[in-house]
């Protein structure tokens, strides 16, 4: 396919402005209305809703409550009865379900609710009323077989219409879910799910990955064997798989009442699912998030920064151990529906998920980074598909402004490109995009309601046009209720606090703009640091991988314990039919030079055959630096947190290799 002409654009670029009509277009134009008739508040601009936010967090969070009627079985008799971090305390005294509100009233049945698109089985669509019946099926399936409040019933499974039902039927009975994708191996399954001891574990044998047939039956059995918490398995009998000695998933639907679920009133931070850290670096926590704060952060997030309302659609390639699959079925608490994806995303080729966001008419669609920037260098012409995109969101990454002029010059002007940073910790994001503000090629356009966010010099003092830590200095409701097992909450506040007393410290090198927008600059503790000038990798990777030739990247800084420069390595993964020779090392030279600075001029480049990334695509430049500062693999990541299992191997080498003295 032919590309459409870019334009070219330079960090900061405007790109996008919002229309003219935007209060009376968008939800959050809605929402302003409404806080101006019910609060007596004239608040027209992103930047004062904003302040309120998290100036007044009561009056805020309150309103997101009565503008979007949550359900209470009880009143609440505080909005925030306890404003410190860790320990803030929401809505007291208030009794609801997530469930009940995702799954709504029947005055939707016929409407599509969940279109499941696999590479491993026919679609699989479920109407608002079909969905209803099988939760409740689901529950009284689950509540037969003993699941009782405060169980956790975990799944190991695809992100298929079946995950879905068993998570909404799990947290209807105000039992605890917790997913694990099928490509994880069993050490990682098992590292996340033995901290939680699940009652009940929901498995699929095996699933198709573009053109490879995968058997996983093998890998339930281990799995199964080192949970000896579990009383019961079920298989939910996923295209041609099956799992010995196990429950069927369609006979217990089958025999259990038809109807739609009963929803167990819960406190509001009543544990919803529990979340699990990548596990790279150690043992993975196990981040549990509560019933309230999900509804309320998701009720927010969808409607006043994604635009959704009844009548779109998501469709947001993730796998069920991201917080991106919790955020894509809370798609709807705003009745919207949603797209499920499960296979090879780049299968047969770079425009499977562009003809499945035309074929389903997708509103509203996530894309990562990566694969926008693999679709620019392919040449792809997007104009050659019907899409009713309007939305575009990306995040996992910072997104280079070539990646951002390519979704305008290939979507056009219209749709609104929403980039934000967030994470698993609060289940959402913390700065991004909303159609009040305008977009900037490179940055991110502002915070998100309600996260009261900034960047923190070493010293605690906010900073403006400077590398930061990324910091949040008010609480939010979907901060964790905390981690499992941590009864003294030791772990969270070694995780969170243990930097800035009473502060958020998130674990990301951010800059803030005078205008309000930001860039992430990766994680702070891969920072670079030489001669006393920070740089994020961010902006490294976004020099090389333009360079042809050089398909991908990872840098890491040695320290020197002396207090000199350190060491500055280059790993990059070459095109093929590209070598690592002379005038391609000058050009990565000659290019970060010029772009950063001579202080980021490499002193060794190194050819790799792949990038070592966690399953959710993050690079890893810790582990790897930490290999090559002696530590062992083991000690540093655990190969099934690895999204290719050997990609670590060829660091170990060169560690060897350079403790021996035999380095090239």
């Given at each position: ?68 009627a ?72 689950l ?9 956790r ?50 498995v ?47 006979d ?17 931070d009543?544990?919803l ?18 019933h ?24 947001w ?67 050659a ?14 997104l ?42 490179g ?9 009261d ?61 005078d ?11 891969a ?51 590209r ?81 021996a003295?035999?380095?090239?």
């Amino acid at each position: 396919m032919s590309a459409q002409p870019a334009t070219p654009v330079r960090q900061g670029d405007l790109i996008w402005t919002p229309p003219e009509d935007v209060l009376e277009r968008s939800r959050v134009g809605h929402f302003l209305a409404w806080v101006r008739e019910h609060r007596g508040l004239h608040l027209t601009t992103h930047e004062e809703l904003w302040r309120w936010s998290v100036d007044d967090l009561e009056g805020f969070w309150s309103a997101v409550w009565e503008h979007f009627a949550v359900t209470s079985h009880t009143p609440y008799t505080s909005v925030l009865a306890q404003r410190s971090m860790p320990g803030a305390q929401w809505f007291t005294g208030a009794r609801l379900n997530y469930v009940e509100h995702a799954l709504g009233t029947g005055d939707d049945t016929d409407r599509l609710a969940v279109l499941g698109r696999s590479q491993s089985r026919p679609d699989l669509d479920l109407t608002y009323g079909q969905l209803r019946d099988q939760v409740g099926r689901a529950a009284r399936a689950l509540r037969g077989l003993g699941v009782r409040p405060g169980d956790r019933v975990a799944g190991y499974l695809p992100n298929v219409p079946e995950s879905l039902v068993a998570f909404l039927a799990t947290a209807s009975l105000g039992a605890i879910w917790a997913g694990c994708a099928l490509e994880f191996g069993p050490r990682s399954v098992v590292d996340r799910f033995a901290q939680i001891e699940p009652v009940v574990l929901l498995v699929a044998g095996g699933y198709t990955y573009g053109n490879k047939q995968i058997d996983r039956r093998d890998q339930v059995e281990q799995i199964r064997a080192d949970l000896p918490s579990l009383r019961h398995v079920i298989d939910v009998e996923y295209a041609e798989w099956r799992v010995d000695d196990a429950l069927s998933w369609g006979d217990l639907l089958a025999a259990a009442r038809a109807g739609e679920p009963v929803c167990e009133p819960v406190a509001f931070d009543h544990p919803l699912f529990v979340l699990f850290s990548s596990g790279t670096t150690g043992r993975p926590k196990a981040i549990v998030h509560g019933h309230g704060g999900i509804l309320l952060e998701h009720l927010k997030n969808h409607a006043l920064s994604w635009d959704m309302g009844p009548g779109d659609r998501l469709l947001w390639f993730t796998t069920t151990a991201w917080m991106m699959w919790n955020a894509l079925v809370s798609s709807l608490l705003v009745r919207s529906s949603l797209v499920m994806v499960d296979g090879n995303p780049a299968h047969p080729d770079l425009g499977w998920q562009w003809r499945l966001a035309q074929e389903t008419q997708a509103t509203i669609m996530g894309v990562s980074p990566g694969f926008v920037m693999a679709c620019r260098k392919d040449g792809l012409d997007l104009t050659a598909y019907d899409l009713a995109v309007r939305v575009v969101g990306s995040a996992g990454s910072p997104l280079p402004p070539e990646g951002y002029a390519w979704i305008r010059d290939q979507l056009g002007p219209h749709v609104l490109l929403n980039v934000g940073s967030g994470g698993t910790d609060v289940c959402s994001g913390l700065v991004q995009n909303n159609p009040l503000l305008p977009v900037w090629a490179g940055e991110i356009s502002g915070r998100c309601l309600g996260a009261d966010v900034h960047a923190f010099d070493e010293d605690g003092k906010e900073v403006v046009g400077a590398l930061g830590e990324l910091v949040i200095t008010s609480p939010m409701p979907s901060m964790p209720v905390g981690f499992w097992g941590d009864e003294d909450g030791t772990r969270m506040h070694a995780a969170y606090f243990d930097r800035y007393p009473g502060v958020w410290r998130h674990g990301d090198w951010i800059v803030f703009h005078d205008n309000g927008s930001a860039h992430v600059a990766g994680r702070s503790d891969a920072t670079l640091n030489r001669g006393g000038v920070r740089l994020g990798t961010a902006e490294f990777y976004r020099v090389v991988e333009e360079l042809p030739g050089i398909a991908d990247s990872l840098v890491v800084h040695l320290e020197d314990p002396q207090g000199g420069n350190g060491e500055l390595l280059l790993f990059v993964v070459l095109e093929a039919g590209r070598t690592l020779d002379d005038p391609l090392r000058a050009a990565v030279a000659g290019a970060l030079r010029a772009a950063l600075s001579p202080r980021h001029v490499p002193d060794r480049i190194d050819a790799v055959p792949c990038v070592p990334r966690n399953l959710t695509g993050k690079k890893l430049e810790l582990p790897v630096k930490r290999i090559l500062q002696g530590a062992a693999l083991d000690e540093v990541a655990s190969r099934d947190a690895l999204a290719a299992p050997e990609s670590l191997d060829g660091f170990v080498a060169l560690a060897r290799a350079r403790a021996a003295g035999d380095a090239p």
